[in-house]
């Protein structure tokens, strides 16, 4: 009996303890990331994108010095403001040069690339885009193994949509085998998981990192591994688009 009762009470203890360790080690995953951009000099292309924006105030917040790129000077100076009022002193650091000497290479570096996921997997109705996202997956792919012997480390995150922003017009598939892989909800991630992500990323240095649900991953090794099993369901998927836009 008492035997009984100690293994009902270990149990919850031994489930409570382990979780406890997961958040532990959570936080502290979390902590190491951030530092791992303090006092580096991070320039972000599109900072005025609901992405860019969110990884401004994240990699501001680590400590790291910031070149803001984006097409409207206006929301730029707006976001610069932003992040100057929300600034920790004690995490900012002052210039040790000027900015050409920042950004010149001291025989190390981190190229990070957000793609879409359309640059692994093409899917019908979207050729051009496709075909636009498939080349920068290729150009970085080359230029990883171009630049690895200067200690330059190139990343790429291929993602499904973002639900600030969707990147791609929607078609009329919402009833077709399509929809499950092009559809934006509930399958969409938001701009703060996006900024996490990266920030993960340039602490592990990943060549390849895939954000998308079971489904997408699942056409990605079945287009690698079953290739003509893939091309029969999207062409099931295009004879089933075109027999519902002939119903209508």
Known sequence: MKTGMAMVLLVPAVVVVTAGIFYLYGVIIRLLNKTSVRNKVVLITDSVSALGNECAKLFHKGGARLILCGK?????????????NESDPTLQYESEGSG?????????????????????????????????????????????????????????LSHTFIKAAPSVKQTSTANSI???????????????????????????????????????????????????????????????TAAMEQAQ
């Open 72 to 84: 409207s000077w206006e929301k730029l100076e707006a976001l610069a403001e932003q992040l100057a």
């Open 178 to 240: 399509l929809s499950v892989i092009t559809r934006q909800k509930p399958h969409g991630i938001s701009p703060e998981e996006m900024a996490n992500e990266l920030l993960k990323v340039l602490s592990s240095r990943k060549n390849e990192i895939i954000m998308a649900h079971s489904i997408s991953k699942a056409a990605i090794y079945a287009r690698s591994f079953f290739p003509n099993f893939f091309f029969a369901v999207m062409a099931a998927g295009v004879r089933n």
């Open 100 to 156: 050409a000497d920042l950004v010149s290479g001291h025989g190390s570096g981190h190229i990070l690339l957000v793609n879409s996921i359309q640059g692994k997997l093409a899917v019908p109705f979207r050729t051009t885009y496709a075909a636009s996202k498939h080349a920068v997956q290729a150009f970085f792919d080359c230029l990883r193994a171009e630049v690895q012997d200067c200690g330059i480390c190139v990343s790429t």
